[in-house]
């Protein structure tokens, strides 16, 4: 099963590759965390990588597509992937069709989680964050029991300082505005999957698996 996941940031990405990838048996992909990972060790892809990220800059496409390539080839590849955070343009997804096209592949599905802005900004300004301990909770949805206090260990709750209305705004806007092209892109193709992410994540992970039977 050769997947690619997309939805904005808060649709419940994470959640739902997580399960995917458990009940697939394939590896969950994710090009931020091979980027990440890279940085930390210091290797050369990550001091590259490192220079564009630091200026606020997107790395750019040849060098996400050759970690992409490097990784998809590898040996636990051979039942599929699961591809996070890649392709994120329509340049990239043509990219990662000419790759797997030379590798005799293709796609399967492109599940995309649709949630609504509203809905999105909702999750992000009513989440809490445990200063001690990490905990979160959702003032609505995951309350504490106590308002502003941490159930685990009683550290004080607080909100991110990007999860303001505004930014969370922002981050969708920017979200949309690169990746509806790519939306369309697989639309036309046939792949996308849409799936409500307003559901819960159960009915979200059996709404996916049904419809890749
Ligand atoms: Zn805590």
Redesign the pocket.
Not at 150 to 155: E, L, P, V, Y
């Given at each position: 099963m050769r997947l690619v996941l997309l939805g904005p940031p808060g649709a419940g990405k994470g959640t739902q590759a997580s399960a995917i990838v458990k009940k697939y048996n394939i590896p969950h992909i994710s090009t931020g965390d091979i980027l990440r990972a890279n940085i930390k060790k210091g290797t050369e892809l990550g001091k590259k990588a490192k220079e564009y990220m630091d200026k606020g800059l997107l790395v750019p496409d040849d060098l996400v597509v050759s970690i992409v390539k490097d990784r998809i080839t590898g040996d636990d590849c051979k039942n599929g992937f699961l591809l996070d955070g890649f392709p994120r343009t329509v340049n990239q997804g043509e990219a990662l069709d000419r790759e797997l096209t030379q590798m005799s592949l293709k796609l399967d599905r492109v599940i995309n989680i649709d949630v609504e802005k509203e809905v999105l900004i909702e999750r992000a300004i009513g989440r809490r964050i445990?200063?001690?301990?990490?905990?979160t909770y959702h003032i609505k949805f995951n309350p504490s029991k106590e308002e502003g206090v941490?159930?685990?260990?009683?550290?004080e709750?607080l909100q991110r300082n990007d999860d303001t209305k505004e930014t969370v705004e922002k981050r969708i806007e920017v979200y949309i505005k690169q990746t509806k092209p790519l939306i369309d892109y697989y639309m036309e193709k046939g792949l996308i999957l849409n799936v409500d992410g307003s559901k819960s994540i159960d009915a979200i992970f059996k709404e996916i698996v049904k419809a890749l039977q």
């Open positions: 445990c200063k001690n301990c990490g905990a941490c159930d685990i260990c009683k550290g709750l």
